[in-house]
């Protein structure tokens, strides 16, 4: 059965993408690119592949999940149909089959019929096909998480240390994953410390007429042994994932994409499962509870973990992103269909259990043929006069191909980088750049695509991206994949360039590019170098005007000429790298703030080969040092400003050829005197 379950999966989801006609962006395209990337190199080196994977650990996404899909995906990397057909062959019939086994367990007596049934429901009920049709991988760690719910249902009350060291492992090595995981760890948790009180509880009550708090201590010590083992197991197995929630600020990351509870319940409500799924959930998930708090049993657990990760995400992550919810949405509806339908047997309603079992059949049927079909129109007109139905999930389509070319064709015919400041699936700096790979072939790609701030409360300002871009894509109205109030960081863009200071930088072409959803791109190009001053003032407004939750983005640095090689990043504690490609003359960064007394200026500096001669470092009015090739050190200074307030590092190749020049950990902090002129 799990084979015929994993080809009709695999055969639906091939018919699926081909039906596509759309251009992959952001993470619907990033994991198939890094899949593509890792299969290919376990073609040629399998010891590059493996240090590929060790140190995919030490950042955001690890490639876990590629290692698997590579026995299918590797035979062809270049096709996303075969990326998906793997991802549903392999991950989500997997999730399926396990979170059959759990409803097996919780409702033994519907046997193997209904472990089955449960098993097609996950991928029927949204999200999780989705999910997995928009390229996730986030099923591979579903099926770890209830592996541990299949190892806590066998044991509701973790007497056995197997239980606890089996639930442990399979919650680490989802959040090993996925690092969104951990709020169904949380989950989980959660669920096994309110079965064993309560069993605990249950017994103290009616085991003796003596108080003796003894048994309530230890039954308190299991949950807390399974959460220690859960974290040891996690330090084993990504040990770089606890180092990045201690070194990374994730609530200032995720602030603009989170809602409000009632606001991401109404959405789970109305669109993404829909009001039937969502409401016959809730009401069997309250009656699996009540029929399995008296024994404690598997149901009990599962009803218990379906309205925790419910809880626990509508409380604490509080995103809509519909891979994050795969792990417990698709849930409350199955597990509410079979409470009800054991309930209604229990109490000896059969004629209404078959009606109920047929009325809900058909209502899912219809569900998944009307949301995930082609028939978009279709969609719409019901939805609008009967919306009961969860919002469409079909085949992506757009139809703006002509003129989103014509689009790249203008941006290709001019100087680069190119700025989008546009942050949708209409529009966004993503879509321009793989436009162009879809458009052209890989040795024609022209576009230096600048990857420009997004988000508010995990972004710096964009004051860099806008000085260095030769052209801007501007976008009526202004798209944003969020609030638009919280993605200002790219709408300041829009504004600058269209009636702002930066107007007098840019210069529209006068020919306007429709695309989806009524938007109107317009491509403008640079015509002079943002003078200094400006700049400054821009930076002003855009502080004034972007609520920005993230303090540690605070030097930004104007680089002359215009157009120098200089490629900027961010370091975790906010101090600047700037990787500089200095040709024969001089090369500058100034600080853009200005100050009326010295700043305290600190770097590494690295300098290139043997070509690199003659090269001199001056930071402020007075330090000047002499650069040698191969030379690292550090460096402290107290920098002067200029007459004009400003602190200027400047860069001077008095040789004949270019120089490579590393200034990395680069930060300035105000002396115990210093007064700034903002």
Not at 205 to 222: E, I, Q, W
Not at 266 to 293: E, N
């Amino acid at each position: 059965m799990f084979l015929c379950l994993a080809i009709t999966l695999a055969a639906f989801a091939y018919l699926y993408v081909t039906r596509e006609h759309f251009i992959y962006v952001w993470d619907w395209n990033g994991y198939f690119s890094v899949a593509r990337i890792f299969c290919e190199a376990l073609k040629t080196s399998p010891v590059d592949a493996l240090k590929m994977l060790g140190e995919s650990l030490k950042g955001e996404y690890n490639l876990f999940f590629a290692v698997p899909i590579s026995a299918l995906f590797g035979w062809d990397t270049e096709s996303r149909p075969l990326f998906i057909v793997a991802l549903a062959a392999l991950y989500l019939s997997t999730a399926c089959t396990v979170i059959g086994l759990a409803m097996r367990k919780a409702f033994p007596q519907f046997g193997a019929r209904g472990m089955w049934c449960a098993a097609l429901l996950y991928s029927i009920v949204p999200p999780a096909w989705e999910a997995t049709m928009r390229g996730f991988p986030d099923t591979m760690g579903v099926t770890c998480v209830f592996a541990a719910l299949y190892a806590l249902m066998s044991d509701t009350q973790l007497k056995q240390t197997r239980t606890i060291l089996w639930t442990a492992f399979w919650l680490a090595a989802a959040m090993a994953i996925r690092r969104h995981l951990a709020y169904a760890a949380i989950a989980v948790h959660l669920t096994a410390a309110i079965s064993v009180y309560a069993g605990a509880l249950t017994n103290w009550r009616y085991g003796s007429t003596l108080p003796n708090f003894a048994p309530l201590v230890r039954a308190a010590l299991r949950p807390a042994w399974l959460a220690l083992s859960s974290l040891l197991f996690l330090v084993i197995l990504d040990p770089y994932l606890i180092l990045n929630v201690i070194q990374n600020d994730y609530s200032s990351l995720y602030a603009s994409y989170q809602k409000t509870p009632l606001e991401l319940a109404s959405y789970y409500f109305h669109d993404v499962v829909g009001p039937a799924f969502f409401a016959v959930g809730l009401l069997g998930c309250v009656i699996g509870i009540i029929a399995g708090a008296r024994r404690l049993d598997g149901r009990f657990v599962l009803g218990v973990y379906a309205i925790s990760w419910l809880l626990t995400w509508l409380t604490l992550a509080r995103q809509t992103g519909i891979h994050q919810a795969i792990v417990g949405l698709p849930l409350v509806p199955i597990f509410g269909f079979f409470a009800i339908f054991s309930a209604l047997r229990s109490w000896h309603r059969d004629r209404l259990a078959k009606a109920f079992v047929i009325i809900a059949g058909l209502y899912t049927l219809a569900n998944a043929t009307l949301i995930y079909g082609t028939a978009v129109n279709l969609n719409k007109y019901v939805h609008a006069r009967l919306p009961i139905f969860s919002r469409y999930a079909g085949p992506l389509r757009r139809d703006d191909f002509p003129s989103l070319r014509a689009m790249i064709d203008e941006l290709r015919s001019g100087r680069q980088p190119t700025l989008v400041a546009a942050s949708s699936t209409t529009l966004n700096f993503d879509i321009v750049a793989q436009g162009e790979k879809r458009f052209y072939k890989t040795p024609e790609i022209k576009l230096a695509v600048e990857v420009n701030p997004q988000i508010d409360s995990r972004d710096p300002l964009p004051i860099e991206s806008l000085l260095g871009a030769n052209q801007i894509v501007s976008v009526t109205p202004f798209q944003h994949h969020i609030d638009a109030d919280r993605q200002q960081v790219v709408k300041s863009i829009n504004d600058e360039v269209a009636s702002g200071i930066a107007s007098a930088d840019f210069a529209p072409v006068r020919k306007h590019y429709p695309l989806e959803q009524g938007a109107v791109a317009t491509v403008y190009r640079r015509v002079r170098q943002t003078p200094l001053s400006d700049a400054v003032s821009i930076l002003q407004n855009m502080s004034r005007s972007i609520p920005a939750t993230n303090k540690k983005y605070r030097d930004y640095w104007y680089v002359a000429p215009h157009g120098a090689q200089v490629g900027f990043t961010w370091e975790t504690d906010g101090s600047r790298d700037a990787y500089m490609f200095v040709p024969p003359g001089e090369t500058s960064l100034t600080l853009l703030r200005k100050t009326t007394n010295p700043i305290t200026w600190s770097a590494h500096i690295a300098v290139g080969d043997d070509t690199c001669r003659g090269i001199t470092l001056s930071v402020g009015t007075q330090h000047q040092l002499a650069l040698t090739a191969g030379q690292n050190t550090s460096l402290d200074v107290l920098a002067s400003p200029d007459q004009a307030e400003f602190v200027t590092v400047r860069v001077a190749n008095n040789g004949t050829l270019p120089c490579h020049i590393d200034l990395t950990h680069m930060r300035t902090s105000e002396t115990a005197n210093s007064a700034s002129a903002n």
